[in-house]
């Protein structure tokens, strides 16, 4: 999704770059432009669109990769969640468990005290 925002955003800024370029061929041609000696504004203007692409390409290869990196992330995380999940018991299940040791240990107080009690009858 991020990748395709960055591609749209070079596409416009190609085309405005496009677009510009015929402007300013529009009023060289209408002489509104003063005259260039050896064509070294051109040459100029090259080298910044050139180095200008090269940045931006750069720039949408970074994003791209690092929102590849936190699509995998993500679906690690979401499996880790899942794996989690089924190691770990549930409060419900603790909560059984711990009853069924108090109830265990109830009765085995109980057949203490009886034991107990029968010894001092005796």
Known sequence: MLALRVESLIAHVVRARW?????????????Y??????GSADMEMVLWNVLLSFLLAIL??????????????QILLNKTREEV??????????????????????RLDIKIDRLMEHRNAS
């Open 33 to 38: 432009d003063r005259p260039v000696k050896d």
């Open 19 to 31: 677009i510009s370029s015929l402007r300013l061929q529009q009023t060289q041609i209408a002489g």
């Open 60 to 73: 949408g290869w970074i994003i791209r990769e690092k929102s590849e990196e936190l699509h995998r992330i």
């Open 85 to 106: 999940a089924k190691e770990y018991l549930t409060r419900v299940e603790v909560h059984a468990d711990i009853t069924r040791v108090l109830d265990r240990l109830d």
